[in-house]
């Protein structure tokens, strides 16, 4: 009779076992394109220009998708103009990264119908928080890609620099280090 010995292992290390089991999308490079769309709610090209002025400056190239400057009641379109917007970002194999402009509420009423067989072929980074929440659960429960719960386009001018700084690190591939003071 042989007995197994059994582990006992904290929620944090659960936690970093699955995120290292998901497939991360390749790091970003100066001359790649993002796109800036909203899954959720309105919002106009002024608001999201300090993020557009900051990813160039980064040497990104910067798309804006159909649904900047949408208005359909508080959504930037209606939720099939919202899921076509990002279905061709998901599409484009150019694009590297998808920054979703603002949460709000809306996210999860254009999600049923996306096809996410390009993306699977070709991984890019989904970033944002809020209402973008329901696309990181989903695409890395259901399809087993990393994303990133960020800053948005939307928020770049009231974020800090190290939360600016900390999502480009990220994006390229650079080490991020965290100190939390006692």
Not at 87 to 109: F, K, M, S
Not at 123 to 146: A, M
Not at 151 to 164: E, G, N, Q, R, V
Request: net charge negative.
């Amino acid at each position: 009779l042989k007995l197994l010995s059994t582990r006992i292992i904290s929620l944090e290390q659960i936690i970093e076992d699955i995120w290292f089991m998901l497939l991360r999308p390749p790091a970003l490079k100066q001359g790649d394109t993002v796109y800036i769309l909203s899954t959720a709610r309105k919002v106009t090209m002024e608001e999201i220009q300090p993020a557009i002025t900051m990813l160039e400056g980064w040497g990104l190239k910067v798309v804006i998708g159909k649904t900047i400057g949408k208005e359909y009641r508080q959504f930037a379109g209606t939720d099939a103009e919202r899921r076509e917007d990002f279905q061709i970002a998901l599409d484009d194999a150019n694009v590297r990264a998808i920054l979703c402009a603002r949460g709000g509420y809306g996210t999860v009423r254009m999600m049923d119908d996306l096809n996410y067989d390009a993306f699977m072929k070709h991984p890019k980074w989904v970033v944002g928080f809020s209402d973008i929440t329901f696309l990181h659960i989903h695409i890395s429960n259901t399809i087993g890609i990393q994303t990133l719960q960020g800053i948005m386009p939307f928020s770049f001018h009231k974020s800090t620099p190290l939360a600016a700084e900390t999502l480009r690190k990220e994006l390229f591939g650079e080490k991020n280090e965290y100190v939390v003071e006692p």
